[in-house]
């Protein structure tokens, strides 16, 4: 089990390993745009991952993919839907608003 913490509005979620940010949200009934289904397709779960990086799966050659597509990506941008929950340490991640050309 790992800790979830989701920006800005700092709600924490405890999340079992193998489960993806999407799912871990999606089930905490925390709003996030997710339109493909969590296919990697259309990039509208674009998050921000600020602190946990060994807390989840590395970035796969299809969300890097994506992420290459999307306006206002960073070192820490990552898609909801295919990073998933390693376990091993708390992650915090902040969500993206209207500001961010999504």
């Known amino acids: 089990?790992?800790?979830?913490?989701?920006?800005?509005?700092?709600?924490?979620?405890?999340?079992?390993?193998?489960?993806?940010?999407l799912a871990a949200l999606l089930g905490a009934e925390v709003e996030i745009p997710h339109k493909c289904e969590g296919q990697a397709?259309?990039?509208?779960?674009h998050?921000?991952?600020q602190e946990g990086r060994k807390?989840?799966?590395?970035?796969t050659r299809l969300e890097n993919e994506k992420l290459d597509t999307i306006?206002?990506?960073?070192s820490k941008s990552r898609l909801a839907c295919q990073a998933t929950i390693l376990g091993t340490e708390n992650v915090?991640?902040?969500?993206?608003?209207f500001g961010s050309g999504l």
């Open 1 to 21: 089990m790992a800790t979830l913490t989701v920006m800005p509005s700092g709600k924490t979620i405890e999340v079992g390993e193998g489960t993806t940010i």
């Open 41 to 45: 397709k259309c990039g509208s779960c």
């Open 47 to 49: 998050i921000f991952l």
């Open 55 to 59: 807390g989840v799966s590395k970035v």
């Open 71 to 74: 306006v206002g990506v960073g």
């Open 92 to 97: 915090k991640i902040e969500l993206l608003g």
